[in-house]
């Protein structure tokens, strides 16, 4: 490990994105990216089953991606920005999924916000 990386793992909310983590969610991070084909989007919506097994995408993949567990996928290797197309494809907000991320209701992540009304 880098040791400049050291301790990392203590860091609440931190997760390390390194080459191996890239490496394992390259798969389904290029899944996600693929989103952004209106073909790709069309297969998912109407055949998810049928979009996972054309990407090769295991077991534990499809369950985060069809559970919306956006805590686990981000801890996986899942990219933001890649995320972000999942998002818009399942009609999930930005706010929505980082409170996911942190493992709360949307409601009780807006409350650590200063933005009256942000939604």
């Not at 956006?70 to 494809?89: D, M, Q, T």
């Amino acid at each position: 490990m880098n040791p400049q990386l050291k301790g990392v793992e203590n860091l609440e909310g931190t997760y390390l994105f390194d080459l191996a983590t890239s490496a394992r969610a390259l798969r389904l991070n290029r899944f996600l990216h693929g989103l952004t084909v209106a073909a790709n989007r069309t297969l998912f919506t109407d055949n998810p089953e049928a979009a996972f097994d054309r990407a090769g995408l295991i077991a534990e993949e499809r369950r985060m991606i069809r559970e919306l567990d956006w805590a686990a996928l981000i801890r996986y290797g899942a990219s933001f920005f890649c995320l972000e197309k999942l998002g818009r494809v399942k009609g999930v907000s930005n706010p929505e999924m980082v409170a996911g991320f942190r493992g709360e209701t949307l409601e009780e992540f807006l409350k650590t916000r200063r933005v009256p009304g942000a939604r």
